[in-house]
Structure formats: structure tokens, C-alpha cells
């Protein structure tokens, strides 16, 4: 009875293979990345693409390494190189032309910003901000990743990550004001 406990004992201490881990962090990251894969592109067939081309990659570093120390941080930071990527190779959309196509950004509850102001004109502002804010911001309130992982996803100190959101949030407020100024 006691090897069986101790050979227990020894399982529960391996570390998990790289499957184990890629699945579970297919599993857990799969759809926060859509979102702010889609919300960047604003293409269904390219966010796909770009998802999967994150995993395939993580996968690729996974084989090469066999650990990555902050996995959600990780993809993240492959998916925004990616989407990078992707604006180089093609001409910016104006927001203009996506409202006059039907485009709608799906909203969810996320954050108390969103409660109280209209959330589909401030995500819309998202992207007139500047984008060292724009990025930040999104990344915290559309795809509520915690400031620590932004910090690591942008390489930059949690103490500048911090700084960011709060005077990105702040010219979000004062296009908000700008733009419900224009409405009266």
C-alpha cells in the first residue's frame, strides 16, 4: 500500500506535458483572444486566422523551450505582433466605412466605465486615442486582462501600464464629452 501512495505521490509532482499545458491554454484563452482579435481586424476569417496562427506559434515555442512562465501574457503579446503584422500589409478601414457596412462591436458588460456612459460610442473613441492609450485601454477594458499581464503582453513596467490606462481613460472621457457636445 505505501509504494502505491508513493508512486501517487510522484505522478502528482511530474510536471504536466506541453499538450497538457497548450490544451488548457487553448481551452482557457481561446475566446478572450477572438475578441480582441476580432475587435482589432473586424473580420471574423482573419481574427480566426490570427488565433490560430498565435497557437501555432505558442506551440512552436512550447516545443522549442517546453515552458512559458505567463501563458495568457504570452499569447497576447504573439497575437498583438500578429495583428501588427497584419495592419502593415493592409491599408487601415475608417471607422466611417464599418458603421456604413453594418459593423457593430459586441459589447459585454465589463467594466463600471462601460455602465456609465454608452459603451458602443466609448469603444468606438477607443480608437481615436492615441496609441500608446488605445492599446492599454482596450486591453483592460474590452478584453479585461489584468494590468500585470498588460505589462508583460506591451514589455513595459505595471507603474507606465498603470499610468496609461488612467490618461487613456482620460481622453476617453473628454472625447465622450466632445462627441455627446456634438449630438445636442
Known amino acids: 500500500m505505501g509504494k502505491i501512495i508513493t ?8 510536471p504536466r506535458t506541453i499538450q497538457e499545458i497548450f490544451i488548457q491554454a487553448y481551452g ?3 475566446k478572450s483572444l477572438l475578441k480582441r482579435s476580432f475587435f482589432k481586424v473586424s473580420d471574423q476569417a482573419l481574427a ?3 488565433v490560430q496562427t498565435t497557437f501555432l506559434k505558442t506551440w512552436q515555442y512550447l516545443v522549442k523551450t517546453g515552458k512559458i512562465d505567463q501563458m495568457r501574457a ?5 497575437l498583438n505582433n500578429l ?3 497584419e495592419y502593415r500589409k493592409n491599408k487601415p478601414t475608417s471607422l466611417e466605412l464599418l458603421s456604413e457596412g453594418g459593423f457593430q462591436i459586441a459589447i459585454d458588460d465589463s467594466e ?3 455602465n456609465m456612459i454608452d459603451g458602443k460610442t466609448a469603444i468606438m473613441l477607443i480608437a481615436l486615442l492615441p496609441k500608446k492609450y488605445r492599446t492599454v485601454v482596450s486591453m483592460r477594458y474590452i478584453d479585461d486582462i489584468p494590468l500585470k499581464e498588460i505589462a ?3 514589455r513595459q513596467s505595471k507603474n507606465t501600464v498603470t499610468m496609461q490606462v488612467h490618461r487613456g481613460v482620460g481622453k476617453l472621457a473628454i472625447l465622450f464629452r466632445l462627441e455627446d457636445g456634438q449630438k445636442k
Open 152 to 154: 508583460i503582453a506591451t
Open 112 to 114: 463600471i466605465l462601460f
Open 28 to 30: 482557457d484563452h481561446e
Open 48 to 50: 480566426d486566422d490570427l
Open 83 to 85: 495583428i501588427i503584422d
Open 74 to 78: 504570452f499569447l497576447f503579446h504573439v
Open 7 to 14: 508512486n501517487m505521490l510522484e505522478l502528482r509532482d511530474m
